[in-house]
């Protein structure tokens, strides 16, 4: 087993352990003190020695460096008509997550009444009603109804029918409702009948509800309060993906279950209403206060799952235009339409549609579309047919968004969402454990729209950079999930919630992209468009789309598999991790074998037994070699063994289409290395990134030596992609490397290795920045990576990058309407503190108090941190807890001076000081978090010992009846 690898952070055995047991003393202690405090009385040690421990019930927390939760917790309540506690029910459905398959919805005649009023002081709830008639097929006689609600109050339950057939004319009766009771824990509602429902007929259920919009909850219905044209204002939005349409009406909220809406919104008149479909019509009505209330209904949507339906209700203003005969229309705050905010996100929204209209041979249904920024939506998008929601931060340009990468993203994202039209909204996966079919299929096609519009972007690197590098750091085989799950796998609604993470929209893009790799795009895009056009305006599960790529295949003769396409895609969808694969250049033998982290040599690891099916698509001496397969845990591949000759080298996953990491024998990376010091130019970009990328990964969790990596970085002096170096220095110079007092010694060697070889590609960037930066506005990976290579110079102590910081931080300083930069904004603002004095930190501090939007704030007060004068940083922390003469909202302050060069050794002394005035502005879960940075400065043992007093007494004082317990704790 080879040495550590420096791409990650490393403490000893001990210090670990400590770390751990630190943060769990705290943790328990904390734990108990929440319900002690306040109770027990102060009294001496000498008289605490015989008490016995307290009981405590403890609460969920988050573990040590999880982030702190944000945004609002919607608060427990119980519907009326929720089964009292004491009220036995026998087992039954309601016990289950999926609805029984008695009843399938058809259409939904929905109203709903938020009381939203402009001109109020708006509290943290309002109220609506709501009337919804859901007209249903029977499937299975049945006494009994199951459909979904969550905090609603239902105020009127009726069943009529059965329905008429056709033009049939007759009285319809009515089925009477015995009972209407509540399952909370799978968020049903039950309704007893007083008689059976018939198979095959068809009825109609009448509810009326109400319930509470929280503010800026992002569940269900939901109100953002905002400012402007230098007012106040409200808006109400909605988000019902993936199980939050229950929370706003009672419905069958399963993705397969899809249904027509008629909606109705019923809103003060100063708003206007906008729902998945255009206006139908409006009226007014009076309400039994005497005011007055707009009526707006919709036209019918098209069959669609409730976790598409959409509504809003906003004083804002719009820019539109005609795509193909069909409007479009960015909505947004007044002040942002009038500034020209939107107008780039409305110019290349209409040409994505007509891209994948063309793309897909499968035009948009819908006769509009809506797009609409909030100021708040943590959800980033989301997709709903006819309404696109968004965070106005990913959609709209502000004038001095020009220099970043502001453009390319606001295009990923509209082409994400407009990518769901189709895979999502169109056709719909059975069930959320095949939400890759959407999420996946959506993520690999930004890509493409992105390459058609800008056919100068390097698609591979930007893959490579913004999906495939994030997730293979965090997949590995005993840990990470599936793509494809297993319905019976699922047991809770919240375990919905968790799949929308990296495995879905990163390997599920990754996976797709592959599949097109060793197939060809046009058999690709045949397959998708056999499958759209089947399962349109319907659902899908993995293995029909697996038939359609398989129709294609079956019918051509150019392509041959080793497999059927569902053997070979099942081999990645369905299991865990993913597979490292080995090339001894010596034999031409290739092995696979699962990627673990921190693996151990000689050691059985658990049951991960399976093998991939791998497509291999490699080059030789710089050219392009024929697709081969490992279908075998190894096999012999000769035309892979190379010559004794330098110029011959292979590399393996050509552009990196393959979701796997490449390692080589000592050989084989000597050739490479070799190849990189006499001709770098001579190995592709997207390979001299994927090179660095699988070698540092490979010596972290010790399948390569660190040797080995480090060799490849030997050449860098003429390394001039910016994009590479990202790559080197993500993996050489990391947070916890910067962090970790015990780094020191390695500082210096670190400092002479890269100064010399970073010097050119810094003076290249360097006088970018200094004569115009405008240069860069289009160069993507250069805005990516700037601010790792500044970050890196000035931490180096490189003059040059020291001396940049002071000018361009003084001449902002001068002319504060002169923007630094936003690629290098963060590190400017951080030496430029870093270098000055109490006077460049005042001048920060006052503006942080002009500033409004929050993230900037957030920058600021981290930039003001990296102060190197002590009484400055002790001045900061007692800000924070005074909140005077400044407030510094939710940012915790004594965290992020924790965590700073010079914060790290005053914080321990302030905590103790002040840590009754920490607990209260921040939450005595702060003081763990608080702990665990501290505790990271350990590097001997007068420091192991200065933490443990400091422990013992935050314990002490907090709660003396514990102290002599967590004496034993310790």
Known sequence: MGPPSSSGFYVSRAVALLLAGLAAALLLALLVLAALYGRCARLPPSELRHRGRPDAAPSPTRSPGQPLATGQTRPSREPAGTAAPGTWRPPGPWDQLRLPPWLVPLHYELELWPRLRPNESWASTLTFTGRVNITVRCTVATARLLLHSLFLDCERAEVRGPLPSGAEDRTVGRVPVDDVWFASDMQYMVLELGGTLQPGSRYELQLSFSSLVYQDLREGLFFNVYTDQGERRVLLASQMEPTFARSVFPCFDEPALKATFNITIIHHPSYVALSNMPKLGQSTKRDVNGSMWTITTFSTTPPMPTYLVAFAICDYDHVDRTERGKQIRIWARKDAITNGNADFALNITGPIFSFLEDLFNISYPLPKTDIIALPTFDNSAMENWGLLIFD???????????????????????????????????????????????????????????????????????????????????????????????????????????????????????????????????????????????????????????????????????????????????????????????????????????????????????????????????????????????????????????????????????????????????????????QLEKDPKGIPVIHRLQLIDDAFSLSKNNYIEIETALDLTKYLAEEDEIIVWYAVLVNLVTKDLVFDVNSYDMYPLLKKYLLKRLISIWNMYSTVIRENMATLQDDYLALVALEKLFETACWLGLEDCLQLSRELFKNWANHPENEIPSPIKSVILCYGIALGSDEEWDFLLNMYANKTKEEERIQLAYAMSCSKNPWILNRYMEYAITASPFTFNETNIIEVVAASEVGRYIAKDFLVNNWQAVSKRYGTQSLVTLMYIIGRTISTDLQITEVLETLYLLIWVTSPCLSLDVQVIL
């Open 392 to 674: 106005e931060s990913l959609l709209l340009m502000q004038p001095n968004d020009q220099v970043t990468d502001k453009k390319a993203v606001i295009s990923f994202i509209l082409s994400h969402e407009i990518g769901h039209q189709w895979f999502g909204n169109l056709v719909t996966m059975n069930w959320w454990n095949d939400i890759w079919l959407k999420e996946g299929f959506a993520s690999y096609f930004e890509f493409g729209v992105i390459n058609y519009f800008n056919p100068e972007f390097p698609r591979n690197e930007i893959f490579f950079s913004n999906i495939l590098h994030n997730v293979l750091s965090e997949d590995h085989a005993l840990v990470s999930r599936a793509v494809s799950l297993k319905v019976e796998n699922f047991t809770e609604t919240s375990e919905i919630n968790e799949l929308f993470d990296l495995f879905t929209y990163n390997k599920g893009a990754s996976l797709a992209r592959m599949l097109s790799s060793f197939l060809n795009e046009n058999l690709f895009i045949s397959a998708l468009k056999s499958y759209l056009k089947t399962f349109s305006y319907s659902n899908a599960e993995q293995d029909d789309l697996w038939r359609h790529f398989q129709m294609v295949i079956d019918d051509q003769n150019k392509i041959l598999l080793p497999a059927t396409v569902k053997s070979i895609m099942d081999s990645w969808t369905h299991q865990s991790g993913f597979p490292v694969i080995t090339l001894n250049v010596s034999t031409g033998v290739i092995k696979q074998e699962p990627f673990y982290l921190g693996k151990v040599k000689n050691e059985t690891l658990l049951t991960h037994n399976d093998t991939w099916i791998i497509p291999i698509l490699w080059i030789k001496n710089g050219t392009a070699q024929s697709l081969v397969w490992l279908d075998k845990s190894s096999k012999i591949f000769p035309e892979m063994k190379v010559s004794a000759s330098d110029h011959d080298w292979v590399i393996l996953n050509l552009n990196v289409t393959g979701y796997y990491r490449v390692n080589y024998d000592q050989l084989g990376w000597k050739k490479l290395n070799q």
